[in-house]
């Protein structure tokens, strides 16, 4: 992929809705005019050099394309450029994977999200309208993540609260109903994305001893969150919780919608607050990004998988960029779509969710 390239969809004049644009805090000192003299003296004297849970490696190439910059590196003209202009976008969702959710210092944790959410509204959702972003919040502390959301919530450019998938309490548990009462009050959806604290394992095993098993199967873990979401009742207690899932492929979630319907028949008792199959929840409450997708070996299985999720609403454009996911732009859409699917992908179904 060069990036003066263009997919075929731009060039018939399609626009889209890039659901998962990387915007990265370049260095800690990025953050200092938006946090106290305190907080810049103690990361300056403490030789806290930031919350970077590495879960791209620089130099690999997932991190990004060998003709695009860093994402530490990638500034809005770029973005602009390469990416808002070059796509024909209309709007582009920005995910800060800042992992403020590795830092155990309580106060530190919520200045540094406070500071990071400041920095993205300076320099990126005030200059450009074409963006919008999601909220970096200190998920393992929910009053804290709530009081975060409450801050600035209602700023026009923020559309959902960002957690990564890696959490040390899976993410239906009510510790986390601070975080939802306020996301839904504030009419901001919930982002799960690829990655987590370092501290949580990066599998439902353990610990792997290579990146490509990490990276391979943190499926596991969106699949866990999405039972969990579903299981314990998140979508009974706020029933207007939106919950997109970012990076995690889709391709695995029509046999977990099979099995967990299936035993929810045998174990209603178990959870009788589900009034209705746990497929259901899944398809009226949860999207998932495009990018990366686990295409099978041919168009035409592909079209039987996205077929079995009996739902046109669940798939949504992303590019990852500037992660590489695909070798030329149009190998980030699959051609092979209907056209009325393909629009709903494209730009119907982000614009619905996040309500634009």
């Known amino acids: 992929m060069e990036i003066k390239d263009t997919p075929n969809f731009v060039q018939a004049g399609v626009k889209a809705i890039d659901c998962d ?19 810049c003296d103690y990361c300056s004297t403490s030789g806290f050099r930031g919350p970077d ?27 602009r450029e390469h990416l808002l202009d ?22 530190l944790a919520a200045a540094m999200a406070q500071a990071v959410n400041d920095w993205q509204i300076e320099h990126w959702l005030d200059p450009e309208p074409r963006l919008r972003a999601s909220l970096v919040i200190p998920s393992q502390l929910p009053d804290l993540a709530a009081k975060e959301i409450e801050r600035v919530g209602d ?6 609260a960002i957690l990564p998938v890696r959490s040390r309490i899976p993410y239906g548990n009510r510790i986390y109903h601070p975080i939802y009462e306020t996301a839904v009050r504030k009419n901001i959806a919930i982002g799960i994305q690829y990655g987590g604290a370092p501290g949580n394992q990066p599998s439902a095993t353990g610990w792997p001893s290579t990146f490509l098993e990490e990276y391979s199967g943190m499926t596991q873990v969106f699949q866990a969150q999405v039972i969990s979401l579903v299981a314990e009742g998140v979508f009974d207690q706020f029933p207007e919780l939106r919950v997109v899932l970012i990076e995690s492929g889709f391709t695995w979630l029509p046999a977990v919608m099979w099995r967990i319907d299936k035993e929810w028949r045998s174990l209603r008792n178990n959870t009788p607050w589900l009034k209705r199959p746990p497929s259901e929840y ?7 990004t495009l990018q990366p997708i686990d295409s099978p070996p041919t168009p035409k299985q592909l079209l039987q998988i996205i077929g079995q999720l009996e739902s046109d609403e669940m798939l949504m454009f992303s590019t990852d960029y500037p992660h590489w996911q695909f070798n030329t732009p149009n190998d980030a859409f699959p051609a092979e779509l209907p056209g009325s699917l393909a629009r709903k992908i494209l730009h119907e179904n982000a614009r619905a969710f996040y309500q634009l």
């Not at 644009?21 to 907080?39: A, R």
């Not at 700023?155 to 959902?160: A, E, R």
Request: aromatic fraction near 14%; proline fraction near 11%.
């Open 21 to 39: 644009i990387h915007n990265e805090v370049p260095t800690l000192q990025t953050l200092f005019p938006y946090m106290s003299d305190f907080w």
């Open 53 to 79: 849970a590495n879960d791209y490696p620089r130099q690999a190439p997932l991190t990004t394309h060998p003709d695009a910059p860093s994402p530490w590196d990638m500034d809005l003209e770029h973005v």
């Open 86 to 107: 070059a796509w024909n976008l209309e709007y582009g969702i920005l995910n800060c994977a800042y992992r403020v959710q590795s830092v155990h210092n309580p106060d």
């Open 155 to 160: 700023h026009p450019g923020f559309v959902q």
């Open 282 to 288: 899944m398809r009226k409450h949860i999207r998932f």
